[in-house]
Structure formats: structure tokens, C-alpha cells
């Protein structure tokens, strides 16, 4: 058998270096990110599978996903068992991308895996845009894949789907192909960013104002910061507006009480008393969300604060809100911000090597200003540095199954028995597809593609109830009790009649009397 020899240059004697195998920092990085996207969604698919996820918001985005697909544009069951449009609460439209996978196979397994691979793919415009900053390959590496590593960034990959988890991939490339002035491939990310949820468009016209005033191109910087802020405008103002009868948005007007539940009061209240603004932004130990931001990255990104301000919009957003959710990384509402957070320290890193060149810092250090030798080996100490603790941090509080700490999804490293798993498949397989059906949360997810799926203890007019009496509760608003006793009156009622019960999983159908 003949075996190819290794191609020689002419003349040489010596193989051809073009030819070798090289692994340096960007295929460390690709390689890690593909891994990320794998990985993360085998456990995203995992946790589905075992009835670890929930009808809000998987359920939800599948419904709405699959309604479209039905033709029903963005179509969903609410909490209130009302049938209803996304775009009363958020436009994100980009959900409607998911369609045409759905008229191929209608599954909620291309949202999870897409949304792994999506974040996984962030590390690599993360390390381009490190680099350009430090202009160090390696440590720029290793800051990118210490992105992945965020503790918060994988919870939040891990909670269901959001559209938003994908902005800050796209954020990124948008960011990256603005600084080298590649018009199209900005354009294309920027809408793709900005079709996750209306805010996130803020940050884009964040982007305009540093090309403004940091690059100097108001060319590029007045007409992103103006489209950017129109978009947002436009969304805020018209189109859901539109869906709410004219009425502003009930999420607004929950979340942002304070200032009169509408973005105008928020505005009006930031212009007449802006010193009540900054206390209630941080009231209530809401500035600890500064340091979960940039704690990761050792804070370096003080050193940079022209590019720690970028998504500045989206954590003014999350910190006006009274949601605690929205001032914790473990959720979506931080995916956005957190990656300009490396950005951010990768520049600071680089600003701090050359501070420590000024004349007047090095008399002030004396003996122990560090040489240009050590100066040069800095970035890559405090890279590896940054690493280390992203992959600690990981395993203290991080969610993955290879990590078994207090804060991690219980339902990943300690999933339910085998027993109840193929109870709750089998309670699902007696639904009809086009029945109406009122589902504990984790059931719902499992449900999804019909047009009237309601959470219990909602029941309306539905046609069969299912039931995990061992996870009986929505825990941001119904409590367990309340599903117990509901439970209870189903079965008193004589409305609906028990046609299964396992290993804790019921599931009732109307009667004729009932009907």
C-alpha cells in the first residue's frame, strides 16, 4: 500500500510548511465554541426530554413558532388562558425565522439547539474584537473562550429558548464588521440583533455613537444611532401599541411602575428627577449587578469604559425594572450585555499595559514598575487569570451536569426516576392533537403545537387536564397550593372523569355532563 509523502518544496528538500497542521489561537477558539453548541445542546435537548423545561417560556416560543407556521402569525396562549400575539408584549419577530424548519419537522428541538450553537459561535467575533484590541492573539483567546465559561451565560442558554439569548452572537459580528467599515455584514447582524426583542436595537445605536465619537465617522455613527433609535421607537410606539388596543404594554406597565408603567414616563421622570432614577437603580442592593457584569473579568473593564458603555441602554432597562430576574446574569435579560464585558476587559488590558509605560507611573512604582520583558507577558497573565476563574466560578455556581453545586439545575444532575419520565410520556401520548388542554408547567413544553394550551390551574373550557402532581407549581406566580386544591375540585367537580394515574401523573377527560 503506498503512502503519500508530504509535499516538498522544489529545490528544498523540505516539506511544504503550508502544508502543516496548524492549531493556533482562532482554531482554539472555533474548536471550543463548536464544542459549546454541542454540548450545550445535548443538555438543553436532555432537559427538555426528561420534562425539565417549562410551558413558560419554552412552551410559549414553540406555540408561537408553530401558529405561524399554521399561519396564525405569532399566535399564543397566555397566562390568563387568552388567546393572544407575542407583539402585545415584544417584537421579536425573529421567531418567524424558525418557520421554515417547522413545516419541515415541528419541534421545539430546533429552538434549543440553535440557541446553544448560536451563543457557542459568539466566542469567535469575541476573540476578533479582543484581538483588535490587544493585539495578542493568545491572550485574546483565552478571554474569548472565558466568555463560554460564564457561569451566567450558560444558565441563561440552559432556561428554555429566548430569541434575546442569540443578540449577543449577533451584537458582536454587527460590532466587529462596523470597526473594519464592512457595510453589508453589519447591516445583516445589526437586523438580526435587533429582531430578537425590541431593545436590543439600543445597543446598536450604542454602536453608532462610538463610531461618532470614538472612530470619528459620523458617516456611519448619525445614521446607526438614528436608525437604532427610530426602530426602537417604532416598536415601542406603533407596533405594539397596536396589538394592546392602544394601550401600552402589560409588561411595562408591571415592571416599570415607578415611573408610571410607559417608556414616556420613564423618560419624563429621567429628565425631571433624574436623582430618583439613580438611586432606584441602585436601591435594593441593584448595584451588586455592576459587579456581576464585570466581576467575571476582574473588573479590567474600567479600563475601557468607551466600551463597557455600549450596552449601557440594556442595563438601564434591566435595572429600572422591578423584576429581580432582570438584575441576575443567570437570566436572558443579561445575554446582550455580558459579552461586551470581555470586550470590554480585553481593551481595559491593553489600556493597562500602557499606563504602565507613562513616565510618571513608573517614578511613582520605582523598582517595581515592570520592565518591557514583563510588560509583554501581562495580557497573557491576566487572560489566563480571567479563564481561571470563569472555569471556577463554573464549578461553584455554574449549571452544567459535570459541575454538582447548590445552584445548578437539580433536574440536569438529578433528573427524575425512569419510571415517572415514561409515565408523563405516556400521559401526553392520550391527548389528542387537537384537543384543548390545561398543563402543569413542565408538561406544557410537551404540548405546545395546538392553539389553546392553558397552564394549570387555568382550565377554561379545556378538554382534558394533565397533571405532575410532584411538580405542581409555576414558581413566579402560582404557588403549589393553589394547584393542590384545584386538583382537588377537578376531582369533586364529576366534570371531568381520571383516565390515568402514575407514578404521580394524572390526567382527566370532560365528560358529556361537563361539556
Excluded: C
Excluded at 397566555?78 to 419541515?104: C, I, K, M, Q
Excluded at 523598582?367 to 476563574?389: C, D, E, M, V
Amino acid at each position: 500500500m503506498q503512502t503519500r509523502s508530504p509535499e516538498i518544496k522544489k529545490g528544498s528538500g523540505e516539506p511544504n510548511p503550508k502544508r502543516r497542521l496548524r492549531f493556533g489561537a482562532r482554531e482554539f477558539v472555533i474548536a471550543l465554541a463548536l464544542f459549546y453548541g454541542v454540548f450545550i445542546s445535548f443538555v438543553a435537548v436532555y432537559k427538555h426530554e426528561i420534562y425539565a423545561s417549562s410551558r413558560f417560556d419554552l412552551g410559549n416560543m414553540d406555540q408561537a413558532v408553530w401558529n405561524s407556521s399554521e399561519g396564525r402569525i405569532l399566535e399564543a396562549t397566555d397566562e390568563r388562558g387568552e388567546l393572544t400575539s407575542r407583539l402585545r408584549n415584544h417584537a421579536d419577530f425573529l421567531l418567524l425565522a424558525y418557520v421554515p424548519f417547522y413545516w419541515v419537522a415541528a419541534s421545539p428541538h430546533w429552538l434549543l439547539v440553535s440557541q446553544a450553537v448560536v451563543v457557542g459561535l459568539g466566542a469567535i467575533p469575541l476573540f476578533w474584537l479582543a484581538r483588535r484590541f490587544l493585539k495578542r492573539e493568545w491572550p485574546a483567546a483565552l478571554i474569548a473562550v472565558a466568555y463560554l465559561f460564564n457561569p451566567g451565560l450558560q444558565a441563561a442558554n440552559l432556561f428554555d429558548y429566548h430569541a434575546q439569548m442569540l443578540a449577543g452572537t449577533f451584537l458582536l459580528f454587527a460590532f466587529h464588521y462596523l470597526l473594519e467599515r464592512r457595510l453589508w455584514p453589519f447591516v445583516i447582524f445589526a437586523i438580526l440583533a435587533s429582531l430578537t426583542k425590541e431593545g436590543i436595537v439600543l445597543i446598536v445605536a450604542m454602536m453608532g455613537l462610538y463610531s461618532l465619537f470614538i472612530e470619528r465617522r459620523p458617516r456611519w455613527g448619525v445614521p446607526v444611532f438614528l436608525a437604532g433609535v427610530g426602530y426602537f421607537l417604532l416598536t415601542m410606539l406603533v407596533i405594539i401599541p397596536a396589538f394592546n388596543v392602544g394601550a401600552a404594554s402589560g409588561l411595562v406597565e408591571e415592571r416599570y411602575a415607578a415611573f408610571g408603567g410607559s417608556i414616556g414616563g420613564v423618560i419624563r421622570t429621567a429628565i425631571t428627577d433624574p436623582f430618583f432614577v439613580a438611586a432606584y437603580m441602585l436601591a435594593d442592593g441593584k448595584w451588586t449587578y455592576f459587579f456581576q457584569i464585570f466581576g467575571m473579568t476582574g473588573m479590567l473593564g474600567i479600563f475601557a469604559p468607551h466600551l463597557a458603555v455600549i450596552p449601557a441602554s440594556e442595563v438601564a432597562i434591566n435595572l429600572l425594572s422591578d423584576r429581580p430576574q432582570m438584575t441576575n446574569t443567570y437570566y436572558h435579560y443579561s445575554a446582550p450585555i455580558l459579552p461586551f464585558s470581555y470586550v470590554a476587559a480585553a481593551a481595559g488590558i491593553a489600556t493597562l499595559i500602557r499606563i504602565l509605560t507613562f513616565p510618571r507611573v513608573r517614578r511613582v512604582l520605582g523598582r517595581f514598575s515592570p520592565g518591557a520583558y514583563a510588560r509583554s507577558k501581562i495580557p497573557i497573565l491576566l487572560a489566563f487569570g480571567i479563564l481561571l476563574f470563569g472555569i471556577e466560578m463554573d464549578f461553584e455556581r455554574g449549571p452544567l451536569p459535570v459541575f454538582h453545586s447548590p445552584s445548578n439545575f437539580r433536574s440536569v444532575i438529578d433528573p427524575a426516576p425512569t419510571e415517572r419520565v415514561e409515565a408523563l410520556d405516556e400521559a401526553v401520548s392520550l391527548i389528542p392533537e387537537e384537543a384543548r388542554v390545561s398543563a402543569t408547567n413542565n408538561i406544557g413544553p410537551h404540548l405546545a403545537h395546538r392553539r389553546h394550551l392553558y397552564l394549570f390551574p387555568t382550565v377554561s373550557d379545556a378538554e382534558y387536564v394533565i397533571l405532575d402532581e410532584t411538580a405542581p407549581g409555576y414558581d413566579t406566580q402560582i404557588e403549589p397550593i393553589l394547584n393542590l386544591q384545584s386538583t382537588q375540585e377537578i376531582r369533586r367537580s364529576g366534570e371531568y372523569e381520571e383516565i390515568f394515574a402514575e407514578e404521580g401523573v394524572v390526567v382527566f377527560r370532560k365528560t358529556d355532563s361537563g361539556e
